[in-house]
Structures are given as structure tokens and as C-alpha cells.
């Protein structure tokens, strides 16, 4: 069973749509979640770490539901720049790796 | 300027050469890690470091090696026993310490051609 699962997509929304994502990880030990952002061709950026209570920074919000072991990232009023994969990705607290998603592909349309 | 530089950006390379990938950082991190991520697929763990002098084996370490002579820097060699070595490579790198929620910050990536 993979670490973390995330739904691949693709999601097409139009500009100013809501859209949330999903991602779900295996093992209960863990205790630190983000978001990342990455562009066609070019590295992950960190978009927001995820807290237990979550969190919003403007158009986005994550939240992180440990009972049933998933995360979720929401992205109001879609824009056009915000069509990128967003890669969940959690750290275990008995070591120092990270592991990622698969990643979620998302197109703003015009 | 603080962050993490790799190069080059793109490289090319007959078969049965190793090559060596440069990673380096500025940001007073501890650990640092290499990944590789092949088109439309995650991320995978070749190697990482937590203290200078020590790394360990991600998912995927067989055909390259890593060294960590400085905080600093963690070069990835990949080497002629890789069987498909042509991917994006990422280096990133983290304040480290187990148990702590320090996010990673990645470096601009490598392409790796072998032909």
C-alpha cells in the first residue's frame, strides 16, 4: 500500500469555481502534512503546511482529518495561475523523510 | 540570496557514463535529500542526509551514490549500473531534527539525459 494516495485527476474548472482535493495516508504515526504546488517542468514549491486544527491562507484552505487519515486542500474563486499539480505530502515523526503523492493535475479555464 | 542550486540544468550523457549531479545550499539546513521523478509519476527518494558524514538508502538508491563531506553540499553520482537513468532529478533539503514539522524546500532540478 502506498504511503499517501492521491486522486491523479485530471480536474478542469472553470475561472472562479471552487475546487477541493483529497489525499489520504497509510501510516498513523505520521504528524506533519503540506501542500505543494508544482508547475509543469519545474520543482514542487511549498504551498502550506497543513495543522491539525487547519488553516486558510486566502483562497486556500487545508484542513487535516486524523481519524480517518486524509487531507484536503480547497481553492476558491479558481484562478487561471492556479492550474499546476498539487502533490500531498506527509512526514513521519520517527524520521526525517518526507513522502509525496502521485499529485493532483488541475487547468483553470478561461 | 538563500536556497538551494543544482546543476546543471540539463544534461546529457552516453550510456555507461557516471555522472555526477551538483546540489548545493545556503539555508544552514541539516538534512538534505535527492529524488527522482520520472514523467506523469511521484516523487521517489534516492538518498538522504540528516548530519554531515551520514546518509541513508531511500526507495530507490540502487546504481547511484551520494557523499556528504559539508553541510552544504550532497552531489548524487549516477552511475553506469542505473538502468534508466534519464529523469528529473530534485534535491531538497530541510532543517531536519526527527519529530519537528520543518517543511523542504527543493532545489531547481536536473534533467539527465542518457542516450
Known amino acids: 500500500r502506498k504511503e499517501v494516495e492521491q486522486d491523479p485527476g485530471p480536474f478542469n474548472v472553470p475561472e472562479g469555481a471552487t475546487v477541493a482535493f483529497n489525499c489520504t495516508y497509510s501510516?498513523?504515526?505520521?504528524?506533519?502534512f503540506f501542500w505543494y504546488r508544482q508547475d509543469c517542468r519545474k520543482e514542487p514549491k511549498l504551498l502550506m503546511s497543513v495543522y491539525s486544527s487547519g488553516n486558510e491562507d486566502g483562497r486556500f484552505t487545508a484542513q487535516l482529518n486524523r481519524a480517518s487519515q486524509y487531507i484536503s486542500l480547497l481553492i476558491r474563486d479558481s484562478k487561471l495561475s492556479d492550474s499546476a499539480t498539487y502533490l500531498c505530502v506527509v512526514k513521519s515523526n520517527t524520521g526525517n523523510q518526507f513522502y509525496f503523492g502521485t499529485g493532483t493535475s488541475l487547468t483553470v479555464i478561461p | 540570496d538563500g536556497g538551494i542550486t543544482q546543476s546543471p540544468k540539463y544534461l546529457f550523457r552516453k550510456e555507461g557514463q557516471n555522472v555526477t549531479l551538483s546540489c548545493e545550499q545556503n539555508l544552514n539546513h541539516d538534512a538534505m535529500y535527492w529524488y527522482r521523478q520520472d514523467p506523469g509519476q511521484g516523487l521517489r527518494l534516492i538518498y538522504y542526509s540528516q548530519i554531515v558524514n551520514d546518509f541513508q538508502k531511500g526507495d530507490i538508491a540502487e546504481g547511484y551514490s551520494v557523499s556528504r563531506e559539508k553541510k552544504e553540499s550532497f552531489p548524487l553520482t549516477v552511475t553506469s549500473a542505473q538502468k534508466n537513468p534519464t529523469a528529473f532529478y530534485l534535491c531538497?533539503?530541510?532543517?531536519?531534527?526527527?519529530?519537528?514539522?520543518?517543511?523542504?524546500?527543493f532545489g531547481p532540478g536536473t534533467r539527465l539525459t542518457v542516450t
Open positions: 501510516n498513523s504515526a505520521s504528524q506533519s
Open positions: 531538497a533539503s530541510s532543517k531536519g531534527l526527527a519529530g519537528r514539522s520543518y517543511e523542504q524546500y
